[in-house]
Every structure is written in structure tokens, then in C-alpha cells.
């Protein structure tokens, strides 16, 4: 058992901003489930979108964001994120995150890209790797913080809640440490920050770690939790054989936004006749658009072409992109890409304020894993980013200014459950086994084309699954690989039961049993009762 200051679980964008912010205040464990550099923020491609004067305004970002969230996106929220944007984006170049430059009438300026849903240029970026070079810029500061202590391989399983509070508070979280045991650690501010659930579903472009972790540890703890039916599949990721599923490797908006055309074999534009804005309209729209032309030539994929800009102006746009193609056999300056959509960022998650608070006391949230209230029914492109840095900081302004004190923590010492049996080998296949059969039951039944016969027959499927690793993570020694697959079991059954719940089609949520959009928009809200 140990106490900190500060609890940061998550190595991204948001868990590393919050540690050094909070790190001028006190003693900060940051615990992150495999190497530090492992997230979805590593893997981050187009860049970050923000208003940097010019042609573009502050209200045209916003109204961008609104228009693509399809009538549920919190405007407050969105407002705050968009003109707090600037100071964010210069603090992130301060801590030594290299953008990419251009020159414009002499002047050295930030290179803007374009993506879906934008009507202007707003995309910060470094070439087609920003995510790498923000991730790698986060972690050094905080390595060289005296304040922050980074600990690899612990993995965060549930939240140690003060039973003796009404509400109860979070006091800090159980942790599996790198030996394999179970550790207290206590503090009187946890922050949450592990990311996405994009290993829920079988083709996704997440890397394995985002196993919706932070969701699941919040709904046992009761937190309310909201719209996870909003799951975002980016349109064009490359296409792999095969049905064994994992990681897709991403081709970014970035692509269509620097002329990139989606073609289908024969090589027709297709675009056209879905939205006025082609192959920059929002995302749901064009991976809806993709799903029905597969579908109607019975295809494995469709194609994007980018072959009719400069080969040299694509090669230095997008260095990682073109190499990674290439190792494919395919040289993206004059042959197609073979694209698919997959998993990519999920819109709902843990409630929060617009400081980061859950409702859970003591306990705050930002990235991917919160529901800000920003994204409603669908992300505008590379507005992530933004938003885990933008609330992270609010939420760090909030929680240093709390008075830090410890209470009496002996009441939690005989909390830690006393499993000591090791589940057999025969059951640890079957956890693999398990974890195949959800994200292949997700995909199939619960993707970008939803009808309720298909929801509920993936809801008794999941359940049954559910029920059984439930039973074995209460039995036997608690290993990543079952807590892994008890938190994915656990938010695709909430995924499935907020679809349900959803009797529209409303932005990433496409249903065919209700396929109009109800006037009012409403949350989808839950909570388990503790
Ligand atoms: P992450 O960066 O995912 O970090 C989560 C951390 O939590 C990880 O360190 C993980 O290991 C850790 N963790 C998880 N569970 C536990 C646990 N139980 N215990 C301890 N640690 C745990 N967004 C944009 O705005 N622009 C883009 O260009 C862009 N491109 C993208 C490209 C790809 C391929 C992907 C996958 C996403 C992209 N996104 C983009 C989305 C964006 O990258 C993410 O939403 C954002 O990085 C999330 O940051 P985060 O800090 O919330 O989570
Ligand atoms: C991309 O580069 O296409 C990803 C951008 C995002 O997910 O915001």
C-alpha cells in the first residue's frame, strides 16, 4: 500500500498534461498498463485542429464541431474547447512538441492540413505523425519531472471507493503491479485517463491496449457513464486479408483533405452521391457511404487515390503513410490504397464537468475515456486531441487548488480480494478464445449498420460470455489477460444496451428499425447501482 498526491492512470495526451501540470503541487504516480509510449495518442496521425485567426474564427470551429455532432454535443463545452485551443496548442510547442512549418510571405507559420467535416484549414500537424511526437515530447518532460513518478506494467483495476462516504468517494485505485500482485494506492485525486475501446471491436485502428479500461472501472465503481452507443469507425483504414482482425494501420483524413478521392474498383468517384462536401464530409457519412458500396459489389474494400497530387509533395506530406504502403506493395504516389473502415475513437464514456469531474467524488477523467460533451453523436476530425488537452488542463486547475489531505485509509486494508488460485491453462486459452468471439460478435452485429433483431442476438451472446469471465475473475487470480477481457465483455454489453436504448438514427448510431432522427436529442445515461 502506498499514497501519492496525485493518482494519474494513462500514459496519452491527457494522463502526461495532467501529471505536469498537477506535479507543481505534489507527488504524482503515474501508472500505465504496458511501456509508457503506448496509447492511442502514439499512433495519432492528422494533427490537431484549432483556430488560428486567418480565414478561420473561433464560431466556424464551433459551429464545424457542432454540425458534425448531429444535435447532441454540449455547446458549452464545445465553446470552451475551441477558445481555449490557441493557449493549449502554444503550451504543448513551450514543452517542445515540434509542429510542422510552413513559409507564407516570408513568415515561418504552423502548416494547416484539412479533414472531414471542416470548412477550413485548421489541422495542426508534424508531417502524418503528430501523435508520436506530442507523446514522445509528454513523457521526457515528465521523466525529468522530480514530481512524477512514471510506473510501466501496472495496470489499474478498480477503484478503492471510501464505503464509509454518501456519496462514496475515490480514495485511489487498486493497481496490478509488474510482479503480478495487487496494490493499494491511495490519494486523494485520481485522474483518469486510459484512452479509448477500439480492441472491442475486431477491425480497429486502436493499438491492443485500448481495452476500455477506464469505463469499466468506473461503471462498477457506480459512476454515470453516457452515449457509448456513439462508436466512431474512421472510413479508411488499410485493408488486410484475412479474419483474424487486430490493429489496422490508419490512412488519414489528412489524405482526402490534401486531394485524396475514394474510387470504387472500376475507378468511379463515389462521394458525390452521398454529400455535398465528398470525400470531406463528416466521418459517419462517409464510412456509412463506404459500407453500402462494399456491400452492393460484394467487394472486400474500395480504393483512395492521392496519385494525381506531386509524388514528391505526398512522399514528404506523409512520410509514415507512404512507407508503410510500400512495405504493402503498393507505392501510394501512383497506385490505389485498399481501404476499409474500422473501430477508431469512442464518442461516449465517463461523465464529466466541464473541469473533468465525474460523479464520483475525488475522482475526475479526460481524453477519450470521458463524455465532456463535446463529441455528441460523432467526432469532428482531430478534435481529441484537443479536447484531452484542453479539459486535462481544466481539469488540473481544479484539483491542484483542492486541499490535499489524507484521511484515514485502514479501512480499506482488508479490501484487496484474497483469490489465490491460478485459473488453468485451459481456461486461459479460452479467455483468448473469449476475447476473439466478442470483437468478432461486435463487429458482425453491433458496427456501422444496426438493426434491433441483430443488437439483441449480440446482447444474449455477450452476456452469456460475460457471466462466465465475471465468474472466473471472482474465482481465480486476476492476471491483464482476464482483466483485459472482463472490461471489454463489460463495455460492449453497455454498448449494446445504450444501442438499444436509442430508438433513432442519430450521427455514428445508425439503426435500421428507426432510421429517422427524433427531434429532441437526448443523452444516453447510465449507472449501475452500488
Ligand atoms: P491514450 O492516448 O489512449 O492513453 C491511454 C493510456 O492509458 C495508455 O497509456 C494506456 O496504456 C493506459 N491504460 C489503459 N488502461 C489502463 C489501465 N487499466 N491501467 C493503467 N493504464 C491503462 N485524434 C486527433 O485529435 N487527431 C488525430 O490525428 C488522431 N489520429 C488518430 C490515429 C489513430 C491511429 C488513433 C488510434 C487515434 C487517433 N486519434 C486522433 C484519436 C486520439 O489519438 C485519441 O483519442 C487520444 O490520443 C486519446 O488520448 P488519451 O490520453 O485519452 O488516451
Ligand atoms: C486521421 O488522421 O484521419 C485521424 C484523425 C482523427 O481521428 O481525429
Redesign the pocket.
Known amino acids: 500500500m502506498r499514497k501519492s498526491d496525485f493518482l494519474v492512470?494513462?500514459?496519452?495526451?491527457?494522463?502526461?498534461?495532467f501529471a505536469l501540470k498537477v506535479a507543481s503541487k505534489g507527488r504524482v504516480i503515474l501508472?500505465?498498463?504496458?511501456q509508457?509510449?503506448?496509447?492511442?495518442?502514439?499512433?495519432?496521425?492528422?494533427?490537431?485542429?484549432v483556430v488560428l485567426g486567418g480565414e478561420d474564427s473561433f464560431e466556424q470551429h464551433i459551429s464545424d464541431t457542432l454540425q458534425t455532432g448531429a444535435g447532441l454535443s454540449r455547446r458549452s463545452a464545445v465553446e470552451l474547447m475551441v477558445r481555449e485551443g490557441p493557449n493549449r496548442i502554444n503550451e504543448l510547442v513551450a514543452l517542445g512538441v515540434e509542429f510542422s512549418y510552413k513559409y507564407s510571405d516570408g513568415k515561418r507559420v504552423l502548416a494547416l492540413g484539412r479533414?472531414g467535416g471542416h470548412t477550413r484549414s485548421r489541422?495542426v500537424?508534424r508531417a502524418d505523425h503528430?501523435?508520436s511526437e506530442v507523446?514522445k515530447s509528454l513523457i521526457k518532460r515528465c521523466q525529468e519531472h522530480p514530481n512524477i513518478e512514471i510506473e510501466e506494467h501496472?495496470?489499474?483495476?478498480d477503484l478503492l471507493i471510501d464505503p464509509k462516504e454518501r456519496p462514496g468517494r475515490c480514495r485511489g485505485a487498486t493497481?496490478?503491479t509488474p510482479s503480478r500482485e495487487l496494490e493499494m494506492i491511495f490519494a486523494p485525486v485520481t485522474f483518469l485517463?486510459?484512452?479509448?475501446s477500439?480492441e472491442v471491436y475486431l477491425h480497429?485502428?486502436?493499438?491492443p491496449?485500448?481495452?476500455g479500461?477506464?469505463i469499466a472501472?468506473a461503471w462498477r465503481a457506480g459512476a454515470r457513464v453516457a452515449n457509448l452507443e456513439f462508436m466512431q469507425f474512421?472510413p479508411t483504414a488499410f485493408y488486410q486479408s484475412g479474419l483474424g482482425g487486430g490493429?489496422s494501420?490508419?490512412i488519414?483524413?489528412?489524405v482526402r483533405g490534401f486531394g485524396g478521392v475514394l474510387r470504387r474498383r472500376d475507378g468511379t468517384a463515389f462521394m458525390s452521391q452521398y454529400h455535398s462536401m465528398l470525400d470531406l464530409a463528416p466521418r459517419d457519412t462517409v464510412a456509412r457511404a463506404i459500407d453500402k458500396e462494399m456491400k452492393a459489389s460484394g467487394d472486400d474494400y474500395v480504393y483512395l487515390d492521392v496519385t494525381a497530387r506531386p509524388p514528391d509533395e505526398v512522399r514528404e506530406r506523409f512520410p509514415s503513410i507512404y512507407k508503410r504502403c510500400l512495405q504493402n506493395g503498393i507505392d501510394i504516389t501512383t497506385g490505389w490504397i485498399p481501404v476499409v473502415p474500422a473501430a477508431?475513437?469512442?464518442c461516449g464514456g465517463v461523465v464529466t464537468d466541464l473541469h473533468g469531474r465525474t460523479s464520483i467524488p475525488g475522482l475526475y477523467a479526460?481524453?477519450?475515456?470521458?463524455c465532456s460533451g463535446v463529441h455528441g453523436a460523432n467526432r469532428l476530425?482531430?478534435?481529441?486531441?484537443?479536447?484531452?488537452v484542453v479539459f486535462?488542463h481544466r481539469a488540473a486547475e481544479i484539483a491542484m487548488n483542492k486541499q490535499i489531505k489524507f484521511s484515514d485509509f485502514s479501512k480499506f486494508e482488508d479490501r484487496l480480494p484474497q483469490n489465490v488460485t491460478h485459473a488453468s491453462e485451459e481456461e486461459l486459452v479460452l479467455i483468448s478464445h473469449d476475447r476473439f468471439q466478442i470483437r468478432k460478435l461486435m463487429w458482425d452485429y453491433v458496427g456501422i449498420v444496426r438493426s434491433t433483431l441483430r443488437l439483441e442476438r449480440a446482447r444474449r451472446r455477450v452476456e452469456l460470455i460475460r457471466e462466465e469471465i465475471e465468474d472466473l475473475a471472482s474465482r481465480s487470480r486476476l492476471t491483464e489477460g482476464v482483466?483485459?477481457l472482463r472490461?471489454i465483455a463489460l463495455v460492449a454489453s453497455l454498448i449494446i444496451r445504450m444501442a438499444l436504448h436509442r430508438k433513432e438514427s442519430r450521427g455514428l448510431h445508425f439503426t435500421t428499425d428507426y432510421p429517422e432522427m427524433l427531434e429532441k436529442a437526448r443523452d444516453t445515461v447510465m449507472r449501475k447501482r452500488v
Not at 9 to 17: D, K, V
Not at 154 to 157: C, Q
Open positions: 492512470i494513462g500514459s496519452g495526451i491527457a494522463g502526461l498534461s501508472v500505465t498498463k504496458k509508457d509510449t503506448e496509447s492511442n495518442t502514439n499512433y495519432a496521425q492528422g494533427g490537431i485542429a479533414e489541422i500537424h503528430t501523435g507523446e501496472s495496470a489499474a483495476v493497481i496490478l485517463a486510459t484512452g479509448g477500439g480497429t485502428t486502436n493499438p491496449i485500448a481495452t479500461d477506464g472501472i474512421h490493429t494501420f490508419l488519414s483524413e489528412a477508431h475513437y469512442m479526460a481524453g477519450e475515456v470521458a476530425a482531430s478534435n481529441s486531441l484537443l479536447e484531452a486535462s482483466i483485459e472490461n
